[in-house]
């Protein structure tokens, strides 16, 4: 009897153990970072020169929505969200940081944001904290609305537990954690073409890179190959443009799930980036090993949760000839429509065609225009002093 006593009260400990320190919470984060390549394969600083448009208008600002025009960096983190599974109400904390980058937007409110100073020439590393998330099982708090169809609410599709926050205007409420930045962190992958048009792909990480999708868009035809794991150095051949979005939906929910979301975590973010990963060119979506994720993105959840899950997707955009004749004739016949598929990538796409055309005085010159035309457009830096 003295036995069986002593392995109940074993269990009972062991049980409040876990109640303490979040045995039975589960925390799972998706989000993407987007980057262009360079012609060495690897991801070069770039400037978008568009600012927070496509968020609510609820949601929290760095600076004003033009403050990313002017800030450059190797890693645009669009859309992090972080989801709560807890089969009672309970208060968690959350930092996190970001190497050699930004918080740039938020919601619902953070206890603090860092550095609260920046300048475009450093590179310190940031932070963003919210000290009290209150995780409330059938909550029928009602989210902050907005236009109906921003990407921003198809991250709400899920079985989550909606967590509340308080702020300086009162109670938020939400389904997960948001948040987007600037980095000039190193990724772990790098692509380039070779002389027979073959992506070539190579993997700068000590871990296997889980799997990627090679994606061709042109001209509203799409073309897409699924890579595998990718140990090392692999080519591969562009896809033929005879795809449907409802399969490259089918393999890239596979992807995911076999990286550690739930069904309906994969669809939500796939129903929020479908139509940005569809734009006009050529790009590589991956699967970050989960070393660079925390590499890049420190997470610290108390109580610890019992599991975390983050899978984070790599967008590395390729500078194609394709890519350059398209823009170059675009810019020389004043067609915007065409430029509006490339408006966001346009920079980086013409200091590339500058770098390659040394010997071409004529053409440089023009090109300049154009990158200045393109400024011009759209925003400038918000920084007096850079250059």
């Given amino acids: 009897m003295a036995e069986k006593a002593l392995r109940i009260l074993s269990l009972a400990v062991l049980a409040a153990c876990m109640a303490v320190s979040g045995g039975?919470?589960?925390?799972?984060?998706?989000?993407?970072?987007?980057?262009?390549?360079?012609?060495?394969?690897?991801?070069?600083?770039?400037?978008?020169?568009?600012?927070?448009?496509?968020?609510?208008?609820?949601?929290?600002?760095?600076?004003?929505?033009?403050?990313?025009?002017?800030?450059?960096?190797?890693?645009?983190?669009?859309?992090?969200?972080?989801?709560?599974?807890?089969?009672?109400?309970?208060?968690?904390?959350?930092?996190?940081?970001?190497?050699?980058?930004?918080?740039?937007?938020?919601?619902?409110?953070?206890?603090?944001?860092?550095?609260?100073?920046?300048?475009?020439?450093?590179?310190?590393?940031?932070?963003?904290?919210?000290?009290?998330?209150?995780?409330?099982?059938?909550?029928?708090?009602?989210?902050?609305?907005?236009?109906?169809?921003?990407?921003?609410?198809?991250?709400?599709?899920?079985?989550?537990?909606?967590?509340h926050v308080t702020a300086p205007g009162g109670g938020q409420d939400e389904r997960f954690l948001f948040y987007r930045g600037v980095s000039s962190a190193t990724l772990p992958i790098a692509a380039r073409l070779d002389s027979a048009g073959r992506v070539m792909l190579q993997n700068l990480s000590a871990d296997d890179i889980p799997g990627a999708m090679l994606i061709e868009s042109r001209g509203g035809k799409l073309g897409y190959r699924m890579t595998g794991t990718l140990h090392g150095e692999a080519a591969f051949s562009p896809a033929p443009l005879t795809a449907s979005r409802e399969s490259m939906d089918r393999d890239l929910e596979g992807m995911l799930v076999a990286a550690g979301l739930y069904v309906d975590e994969a669809r939500a973010m796939i129903a929020t980036w479908r139509d940005s990963w569809l734009e006009e060119g050529s790009r590589v979506l991956y699967i970050l090993p989960a070393s660079a994720v925390d590499s890049i993105l420190p997470l610290n959840i108390t109580p610890a949760p019992a599991s975390i899950v983050r899978v984070f997707v790599g967008r590395l955009e390729l500078v194609t000839p394709a890519m350059e004749r398209a823009v170059e004739s675009a810019f020389a016949r004043n067609d915007q429509s065409t430029l509006d598929q490339y408006r966001r990538f346009l920079e980086p796409i013409l200091q590339a065609m500058i770098a390659n055309s040394a010997t071409q005085p004529a053409r440089i010159a023009q090109l300049r225009r154009d990158l200045e035309s393109v400024y011009s457009y759209t925003c400038r830096s918000p920084w007096p002093d850079e250059q």
């Fill in 24 to 163: 039975t919470l589960t925390v799972h984060e998706w989000g993407t970072f987007t980057s262009v390549a360079g012609s060495d394969g690897q991801a070069i600083k770039w400037l978008p020169l568009t600012g927070s448009t496509d968020l609510p208008a609820f949601v929290e600002h760095f600076r004003g929505e033009g403050f990313k025009c002017g800030l450059a960096g190797t890693v645009r983190m669009e859309t992090p969200v972080m989801y709560f599974y807890s089969p009672r109400e309970t208060a968690v904390s959350v930092k996190v940081s970001f190497a050699k980058g930004i918080i740039t937007e938020w919601y619902p409110h953070a206890s603090a944001v860092e550095p609260a100073v920046v300048h475009p020439n450093n590179n310190p590393d940031g932070a963003i904290r919210w000290d009290n998330v209150r995780l409330i099982p059938g909550s029928r708090a009602i989210f902050p609305a907005g236009s109906a169809d921003n990407r921003y609410y198809a991250a709400r599709n899920t079985a989550a537990t909606p967590l």
